[in-house]
T-cell receptor
């Protein structure tokens, strides 16, 4: 079974802190994604990566950056956390780039910024 | 751009009732369509998918048919159980990388 793990299930940070969310997948998938999930808004794509050191902006990249130094690991960075970044963050991976491939999701990190 | 519209919830049903969750989409070309389910406290997992028009995806008693003429992919189940209580997301993958999700429909099944 494909496994996608996220470094924390719950995280509480203060405004202005630099925050790292880490995601690791164990199936050698090419593509990795970061979403945030908010009530009534569904999932919104922050960034995705289609190869090591390659990244592309999603729909809401402002205030975030990402890093993919190794194929299995994709990190989301909040450079200076703000209260409007309080949300559930979901990481996903996918085997290929074609549309028919399904995504595999981690359990999520619920981030609270105070 | 691509978009997915699904019915707002929450949907509350009694056990053994029939379930329909509507999903319609807008996309160029020939997207693949998915239903994902999110159980409480977990990430999303694939429920079923269809990759071309008239395909029917099915899993765990759930079904959805890819209807290109009506741009729809409605989720159905003949008899829901309490264990089906979850949030259901319709999604499409129309391009090289990006997946577009609906806003999710919460289903609550009461005994």
């Amino acid at each position: 079974d494909v496994k996608v793990t996220q470094s924390s299930r719950y995280l509480v940070k203060r405004t202005g802190e630099k925050v790292f969310l880490e995601c690791v997948q164990d199936m050698d998938h090419e593509n990795m994604f970061w979403y945030r999930q908010d009530p009534g808004l569904g999932l919104r794509l922050i960034y995705f990566s289609y190869d090591v050191k390659m990244k592309e902006k999603g729909d809401i990249p402002e205030g975030y950056s990402v890093s993919r130094e190794k194929k299995e690991r994709f990190s989301l960075i909040l450079e200076s956390a703000s209260t409007n970044q309080t949300s559930m963050y979901l990481c996903a991976s996918r085997a290929g780039s074609g549309g028919a491939y399904e995504q595999y999701f981690g359990p999520g990190t619920r981030l609270t910024v105070t | 751009g691509n978009s997915v519209t699904q019915m707002e919830g929450p949907v509350t049903l009694s056990e053994e009732a029939f379930l329909t969750i509507n999903c319609t989409y807008t996309a160029t070309g020939y997207p693949s369509l998915f239903w994902y389910v999110q159980y409480p406290g977990e990430g999303l997992q694939l429920l079923l998918k269809a990759t071309k028009a008239d395909d029917k995806g099915s899993n765990k008693g759930f079904e959805a048919t890819y209807r290109k003429e009506t741009t729809s992919f409605h989720l159905e189940k003949g008899s829901v159980q309490v264990s089906d209580s979850a949030v259901y997301f319709c999604a499409l993958s129309g391009g090289y990388q990006k997946v577009t999700f609906g806003t999710g429909t919460k289903l609550q099944v009461i005994p």
